[in-house]
């Protein structure tokens, strides 16, 4: 593939010269385009040294652009990555200026565009980049990213720019999980107790949107089925919407059929109120008192179907953490349970530490961002998956 790598002017710039090599390596033949505040980062003869090609960072240019050399390139490009894309280009783009030679590029490409934006987390955050984003999205431009995690400027939050891997992986037509499809759970369940109140728990499924990003990066297609959250879903990916247990259960048995692989990361709640009020109850006695009825088990429906995928499973605890993480995993036959100690802050938290546990192995992975703890289990997940299936 014909690679054009826009570089905007941020300190994630920095990656942009170990993006393009290994990019060259896997056998994507690279050009470089620099925006003015990128030299300020990143040399145009790192990048040259990497890429073997001249690297432009003007249209003033006299002596590419004697035969229309902008021109040229827009119609050499077979695919445009702009890595980091910074706040500023992202709103640039998405008003369609052509104020340097990027911009204009992307203009007159009529190659798919793909955006790895980094920014500080207060500006991915507000409302005018998230409109200028809903903006490229519309007209078909892929957003990668951002992770979670440090910044440079000492904030934590949305806001890094994707590694390098995985952006190479996401143009790749083959990742490593290429063909596989996964199904994966993330979230809550709220279960209704009356038109305007419930029963639910404080998960807010990052770690599940974690796992199905990364999944999808490394070239699997992904069904992601989720309670109620506020998170962006991830690209490239299917989202169903659900709200209970019961709608839970029913859209991923759906969502199952001919699945290689099934992670349940949601928070699905064990018991619902066995009859919903029509009308909001209204205060009256000291007590309320509510039956509840068990919901249906959601990880050991799909580990107990005649042609299941492979199943992953987690388990929440406060105390005694792998021996109830053991038992859960031979109760429900799951093939691996990721277990975590819910007593260290982790609910609606970036970071988080798990522990695998498999039939005859055990493996801890400390505590890190929720996207790099994806990456890191899909990648211990990936041999034992295909072992199932030999």
């Not at 609606?348 to 990456?375: G, M, N, T, W, Y």
Request: aromatic share 6%; charged share 20%.
């Amino acid at each position: 593939m014909r690679l054009l790598l826009g570089i905007g002017g941020g300190i994630a710039a920095y990656k942009a010269v170990e993006l393009a090599r290994r990019a060259t390596q896997r056998g994507f033949e690279v050009r470089c385009v620099l925006t003015d505040a990128a030299r300020q980062f990143v040399s145009a003869t790192s990048l040259q040294a990497v890429c073997r090609y001249p690297v432009r960072d003007s249209l003033w240019d006299q002596a590419a652009e004697a035969a229309m050399g902008h021109i040229e390139l827009a119609r050499w490009a077979e695919h445009v990555l702009i890595a980091p894309a910074t706040a500023n280009l992202v709103a640039r783009l998405a008003h369609g200026f052509a104020n340097d030679l990027l911009t204009t590029l992307v203009l007159a490409s009529p190659a798919p565009l793909t955006l790895a934006p980094a920014m500080n987390q207060a500006m991915w955050r507000h409302p005018a980049t998230q409109q200028n984003l809903a903006v490229l999205r519309s007209r078909n431009v892929r957003i990668i990213g951002p992770d979670v995690g440090d910044q440079a400027c000492g904030d934590v939050g949305p806001g890094r720019m994707v590694d390098v891997d995985d952006l190479i992986a996401s143009l790749s037509p083959n990742g490593p999980l290429t063909g596989q499809r996964w199904v994966v759970s993330a979230g809550p369940t709220f279960e209704d107790i009356d038109p305007v109140r419930f029963v639910g728990n404080r998960s807010s499924g990052k770690m599940g949107f974690a796992i199905a990003s990364a999944a999808a990066a490394m070239g699997a297609g992904v069904t992601l089925v989720c309670g109620p959250v506020t998170l962006q879903t991830p690209n490239g990916i299917s989202r169903i919407d659900v709200r209970s247990a019961t709608q839970m259960l029913d859209a991923v048995l759906s969502a199952c059929k001919g699945a290689h692989v099934y992670v349940g990361a949601a928070a699905v709640a064990d018991y619902r109120p066995s009859s919903v009020a029509d009308q909001k109850l209204k205060k009256s006695a000291d007590v309320l008192e509510l039956r509840l009825i068990k919901n249906p088990d959601i990880l050991a429906t799909v580990a107990a179907l005649p042609d299941r995928p492979f199943v992953v499973g987690f388990a929440a605890e406060t105390r005694e953490l792998l021996e109830y993480a053991r038992r859960k995993r031979e109760a429900k036959g799951a093939d691996v349970i990721l277990a975590n100690d819910v007593s260290e802050p982790v609910f609606d938290h970036d970071e988080s530490a798990l522990v695998a546990i498999a039939a005859q192995e055990e493996q801890l992975f400390p505590r890190q961002s929720k996207i790099d703890l994806a990456r890191s289990v899909i990648q211990w997940l990936m041999p034992r998956i295909a072992g199932s299936s030999a």
